[in-house]
């Protein structure tokens, strides 16, 4: 069974945003920050699994996936991105963890948030394990960052629908994170197609 259909049946209905805009499209949007940046022929099967969420009156919301509440909560151990897409393309499985930010700063809490989500996906990979008796799924894995737009961009109003722009890519704490900066983005280009 392809991991797709098996995070399908393991994971609930509320953590999946399968749906596609009209043209093959998706949107992320970070509600913190109001982000939102929309995927441009995003190939199927696909599900982009939102990480994090808001918290109401304080209080993690039961759609939070984020670590297990025995962890400390202190430093980063418990830092997260806002969403975790896994896929097919080309007979090729990927899994990319996404942080969206408002602008692009030179700072290390969002390569943070993206590093420390790899135990989420490996804790999903040995619940599909143990449920189907698999654990090969042989996933392409990348790290991206998302801006608006740039610290050094002058942005009275908000432009929708820019094409995003590779900004860097670098590594990171041996995990190579690739930037853009842009509100939409052909989803090839996400692959590094």
């Known amino acids: 069974m392809a991991l797709i259909s098996q995070l399908s049946t393991i994971l609930r209905e509320k953590f999946i945003k399968r749906k596609r805009a009209p043209r093959g499209s ?9 982000v939102k940046v929309k995927l441009i022929r995003v190939p199927m099967p696909f599900l982009a699994i939102p990480m994090s969420h808001e918290p109401i009156r304080g209080k993690r919301t ?21 969403y975790l897409l896994i896929g097919q393309s080309d007979d090729s499985n990927y899994a990319i963890f996404v942080e969206l ?12 948030q993206l590093r420390r989500s790899l135990p989420i996906l490996d804790y999903l990979l040995s619940v599909c394990a143990v449920e189907y008796g698999s654990g090969e799924h042989n996933l392409t894995m990348r790290y991206i960052l998302i801006a608006e737009q740039s610290i050094n961009t002058l942005n009275k109003q908000r432009v929708q629908g820019e094409e995003a722009k590779k900004v860097d890519e670098a590594t990171y704490k ?10 939409s983005m052909n989803f090839a280009t996400l692959i590094g197609r």
């Open 26 to 34: 998706v949107t992320l949007q970070d509600s913190q920050s109001d």
């Open 62 to 82: 039961k759609l939070d996936p984020s670590h297990m509440p025995a962890l400390q909560d202190r430093g980063d151990l418990k830092k997260i991105c806002d």
């Open 101 to 112: 930010k408002k602008t692009l700063r030179e700072e290390e809490r969002p390569k943070e």
């Open 174 to 183: 041996s995990t190579q994170i690739t930037t853009f900066v842009g509100t």
